[in-house]
Structures are given as C-alpha cells and as structure tokens.
C-alpha cells in the first residue's frame, strides 16, 4: 500500500522541481550564451549539448517519479 503523502512532503518535491528547472534554464542560457548585459554573465564553465540534454533527461525523470 502507498504511503500517504504531506503537504510538506509536496512542497519538498516542489522545491526540487524548480531548483532543477533552474538548472536546465541555466544549462541552456550557457549552451547558447549570454550577453554583457545579462544577469547569468559571470557564469564560468559553459556546457556541452550533451550535458546539458542529460540534465534535461534528469529534470524529466523527476517530474514523472513526482507525479506518480
């Protein structure tokens, strides 16, 4: 039987949803650069495609063991 869930333990989950969202934005803004003016420049290490649809592949994964 499955284990009731909280609302807190929704809101964990949520967190770390948007946390990895975040990423995968930050992973893609650095896949295809940034301006001078944009609040990402600083960022030191950009990323290959590969990398970058890993972590997408992560951030799906999440969100399907989530929603079930």
Do not use: P, Q
């Not at 992973?27 to 290959?48: C, I, K, M, S, W």
């Amino acid at each position: 039987m499955k284990k009731e869930r909280t609302i807190g333990s929704y809101k964990f989950e949520i967190r770390k949803l948007k946390n990895l969202l975040w990423d995968c934005y930050v992973n893609l803004h650095d896949l295809y650069g940034a301006d001078e003016n944009d609040f990402l420049v600083g960022h030191e290490e950009r990323l290959t495609f590969s990398e970058a649809k890993r972590n997408s592949e992560r951030l799906k994964k999440e969100i399907k063991r989530v929603i079930e």
